[in-house]
């Protein structure tokens, strides 16, 4: 759609135009998979804070406690489907993103030992070459995946399972969904910050919007998805042998 708009200009012969390509990145199942899971996130966060906080209790009691609890395992239950959806519709996508989460390199380490002078002082060459996802996106997805079997887990238990269970069962059940809330919610600060306010980072809500990024921001950012292991790692080892000489001299 983007790249339509640049050759049209471009046809209409239009001097001084900056030429993007765009390369696929999400798939539309991705985009609403993401979307979905952010919006039912949201209800299921702000639901469950109500729940948690003792300073929030008189609006858990009642018949606004009854509504906050229904609306919590209603956004529970979309919250659940999404993923279910995807690994239905696109089995094959759904593995690869889950390997590439969860494949940890040597360029992970170098990742954070260069995260403070790349993000907070933008010296890209402190950068380690990265896959499809960076080493925060990998983390940031690992948390939420592991959350959410822990909220699923124990949600359900605590769904069904209230006036069965034991109660010691049942409160560490709700000592363990609340951990995974404080964590996740920690977790999905970082991740809007970094998406959406890091001035570096601002090809990646563009992905997720329309499911393309720059080949220049893959260059840069995803060398290792974009130009394959052998050519990131020949660059990478280039740039660092070309630093070490600038050092010493
Ligand atoms: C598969 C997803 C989930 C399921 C099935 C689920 C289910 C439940 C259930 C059944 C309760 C008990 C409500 C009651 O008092 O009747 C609950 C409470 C709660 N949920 Fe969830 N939930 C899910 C996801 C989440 C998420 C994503 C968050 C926050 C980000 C969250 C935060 C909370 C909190 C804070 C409570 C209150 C626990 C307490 O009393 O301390 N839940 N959830």
Not at 133 to 146: D, P, R, S, W
Not at 162 to 171: A, D, E, M, T, Y
Request: net charge positive.
């Amino acid at each position: 759609m983007i790249g339509n708009k640049v050759s049209r200009v471009e046809q209409a012969g239009q001097a001084g135009v900056v030429r993007i390509k765009w390369i696929p990145k999400y798939s539309a199942m991705e985009r609403v998979f993401h979307w979905g899971h952010t919006v039912t996130y949201f209800a299921l966060a702000l639901t469950g804070m109500i729940l948690f906080f003792p300073f929030l209790q008189p609006i858990a009691q009642g018949e606004s406690g009854w509504l906050i609890r229904l609306t919590h395992r209603a956004a529970a239950i979309a919250y659940g489907a999404f993923p279910l959806i995807y690994v239905i519709l696109e089995p094959r996508r759904a593995w690869m993103s889950l390997k590439s989460v969860f494949k940890v390199s040597r360029y992970d380490i170098d990742w954070v030992k260069g995260m403070v002078p790349y993000y907070m002082f933008g010296r890209h060459d402190a950068m380690a070459p990265q896959d499809r996802f960076n080493t925060g996106e990998k983390l940031n997805a690992a948390v939420i995946i592991l959350g959410s079997v822990v909220f699923a887990v124990t949600g359900l238990i605590m769904w069904f399972g209230k006036g069965i269970l034991p109660i010691g069962v049942f409160q560490t059940m709700v000592l363990l969904h609340d951990i995974a809330m404080i964590v996740t919610v920690c977790m999905f600060i970082v991740h809007f910050y970094l998406a959406v306010l890091h001035p570096l980072m601002w090809a990646g809500l563009v992905s997720m919007r329309f499911g393309v990024t720059s080949a220049a921001y893959a260059q840069e950012h995803h060398a290792l998805w974009y130009y394959g292991p052998e050519k990131a790692r020949e660059t990478y080892e280039a740039q660092k042998a070309e630093q070490a000489a600038g050092q010493e001299s």
